[in-house]
């Protein structure tokens, strides 16, 4: 079964694997794509890049201004504030990718069944966006790790379920034209299941949604995590993450210690801005064309 | 107001009870899901552990648990309607007195944050449309996008680290000093002279909305065929802009300031707690931290409320100054 006549890339910057490849690979470099690299050799070359544990204290040397045996000098327990920036970055991305793929993955299946089949499903899901859509996402994330209880798990969970709503909308707009295309149609014609239809004929074409949803949405999902547990309400304080570091040095602003405040910082920014910097990227590749945005 | 544009808002109006039913429904599902006992969220845990088994019991009774959950749904929604929205554990009141005594200082904060956003925002976004391609367009785009990707609480840290620790030019918390000034006009100003930190950390953090779509609606405006309408009558390039498609560019505006309203609200939080603001914000974090869970129930509806309530105001808006629009 042969379906020459109709070239979809031609008309829809669909993508296949391949090209994601070529994407992701070297072909295309991005000055945010090498950053994020970067950031990922540290975060799994932790060990090997300092002498220190991160959550060992040692309460003859606390802060520290930055020196060359603590570059980045160290906190009021004494901490190493290098290596806890080190494996903070382990925490970080590992929460704001699994959180950003959660919420997409999410968003992208209600978008597909609403777009997809219309009518009663639809308007009760789309009802279901416009509510979840109505408290502000910090006061409903509060809320929800307030009275859930509060592990890395139980942090990406919240994050992805207050996220979702931006992607399905998007998901949904495009699978309705997409379902209006000939190529469907013919599908339909020749006896196509919905199944069968939704997995080749529609999520192919939406795959460059996902891609860049899922890339915009990590940088937001970095920044909720360090927000939450700068607040005290995200990752539990044993574990170092940048939000962490930061709560605990809320404290030592009134003395006017800076380190403990704009190392952490610093990384929150850098991550947060390359990853978006790639997120543009991927849009002005994959949708050079479409007006569409993509809002979080 | 003409027939239609009451019509307009009619309909928009019957739109909100489908809505409020449905943040009820979340509200009162993510309370019943969770792993907080009602008896104790109710009564909170001292008053519980303090009690005998068969207080408690009678308690449970009262409160409806034994019975099933549409039940309970129903009557913890004509509780809400009736204006009961429980009682505040660490406030010791009930719960929406705590609430709107601390909105005005919310609003306060955020309409001043707010309007310092929008025009520094606009301003900027004018700048750059007309330099497009300048180094200055670069230098500020490159800035709003940095802007964008710093959190809130690392701008509120550094610029209380600078203004109010290095060079102690403002206070660094709280709404009025220890030593409150009596008379009129002393009080003002210290008002003002509290509001400025919390107040400008908020417009920086927002600003970057207001900049991006200033500046992408001026330059696509640019396009436009009336714009080579008025430069080939003519006129100047300054009225060109101003007059022409800066006015038009403001239009959608009304729309973007509604919809960044939860964001707004959110941002609020984050500010109020770190200059401890005596706002909502605050209330929020101070209720997470000590898991008053009725006050984050009253918190959820109360800030959805506000949200709906916001946007639309800005639809209506929208129609009253854009003659253009068909309503519906």
């Not at chain 1, 360090?226 to 309400?233: C, V």
């Not at chain 1, 170092?240 to 403990?260: F, H, K, V, Y």
């Not at chain 2, 913890?76 to 929205?85: A, F, H």
């Amino acid at each position: 079964m042969k379906t020459e006549g109709i070239k979809i890339e031609k008309m829809s910057p669909a993508i296949n694997r391949m090209q994601i490849f070529k994407l992701l690979g070297i072909r295309y470099a991005s000055p945010g794509l090498a950053v994020i690299i970067a950031l990922l050799l540290l975060a799994l070359l932790a060990p090997y890049l300092t002498i220190y544990d991160p959550v060992r204290a040692s309460l003859s040397e606390p802060m520290h201004p930055p020196s060359i045996d603590h570059p980045f000098g160290t906190d009021h327990l004494g901490r190493d504030l290098f290596s806890r920036l080190l494996y903070g970055t382990r925490v970080s991305l590992m929460v704001g990718i699994s959180a950003a793929a959660l919420a997409v993955g999410l968003g992208a299946v209600i978008g597909l069944f609403s777009g997809y089949y219309g009518g009663r499903i639809d308007s009760i899901l789309m009802r279901l966006v416009d509510t979840v859509y109505c408290p502000p996402e910090t006061i409903l994330l509060m809320v929800l790790v307030t009275m859930f209880t509060r592990n890395v798990w139980t942090i990406i969970l919240a994050i992805g379920l207050t996220h979702w709503m931006s992607t399905a909308r998007l998901v949904r707009s495009e699978t309705l034209s997409i379902r209006q295309r000939p190529f469907v149609e013919s599908a339909v014609a020749l006896g196509a299941r919905d199944g069968y239809i939704l997995l080749r004929h529609i999520t192919p074409n939406l795959l460059y949604i996902a891609v860049i949803s899922v890339t915009l949405m990590t940088a937001h999902a970095i920044l909720t995590e360090s927000f939450l547990s700068f607040l005290g309400l995200g990752i539990p304080p044993h574990l170092p993450s940048w939000g962490n570091m930061l709560n605990e040095a809320q404290r030592d602003i009134m003395r006017g210690i800076w380190w403990t405040t704009l190392f952490p910082g610093m990384m929150i920014v850098i991550t947060v801005l390359s990853i978006n910097l790639l997120g543009e990227d991927l849009k002005k590749r994959l949708a050079p064309n479409r007006e569409g945005r993509y809002e979080l | 107001m003409d027939r239609s544009l009451a019509s307009y808002a009619l309909r928009r109006v019957l739109q909100i009870p489908p809505l409020l039913l449905g943040i009820s429904l979340l509200a009162f599902f993510i309370f019943y899901l969770s792993p907080v006992n009602p008896t104790i969220a109710y009564l909170g845990l001292i008053t519980v552990q303090k009690m005998t088994p068969e207080d408690l019991a009678k308690v449970e009774e009262q409160l409806g648990l034994d019975k099933p959950v549409q039940v309970r749904y129903l009557v913890w929604l004509e509780r809400i309607v009736q204006g009961d929205w429980g009682y505040s554990h660490i406030k010791k009141r009930p719960v929406l007195d705590v609430i709107l005594e601390r909105f005005p200082a919310t609003l306060l904060l955020t309409v001043t944050g707010y309007s310092m956003s929008a025009l520094l925002g606009v301003l900027l976004g004018l700048l750059s449309a007309i330099k497009a391609g300048s180094r200055i367009d670069v230098a500020l785009n490159g800035l709003n996008y940095v802007i964008y990707s710093t959190p809130t609480f690392l701008v509120a840290l550094l610029a209380m680290l600078v203004f109010a620790v290095w060079l102690g030019w403002l206070p660094s918390s709280r709404m009025v000093s220890v030593n409150t000034p009596t008379s009129d006009w002393p009080l003002l100003l210290d008002r003002i002279h509290h509001l400025i930190l919390p107040a400008s950390v908020l417009a920086i953090s927002h600003m970057a909305v207001f900049y991006t779509y200033i500046r992408s609606s001026l330059l696509e405006a640019m396009q436009e065929d009336y714009i080579l309408t008025a430069r080939a009558k003519g006129l100047q390039e300054s009225r060109v802009i101003l007059r022409h498609a800066f006015r038009n560019s403001l239009l959608p505006l009304i729309t973007q300031i509604g919809l960044s309203l939860p964001l707004l609200i959110g941002g609020s939080v984050v500010v109020e707690s770190i200059f401890a603001w005596p706002g909502i914000g605050k209330l929020t974090y101070d209720a997470a931290l000590r898991a008053d869970y009725m006050l984050l129930m009253g918190l959820v509806l109360f800030t959805s409320l506000l949200v709906i309530l916001g946007n639309l105001l800005a639809d209506i808006a929208y129609v009253l100054a854009d003659p253009r629009v068909k309503y519906g």
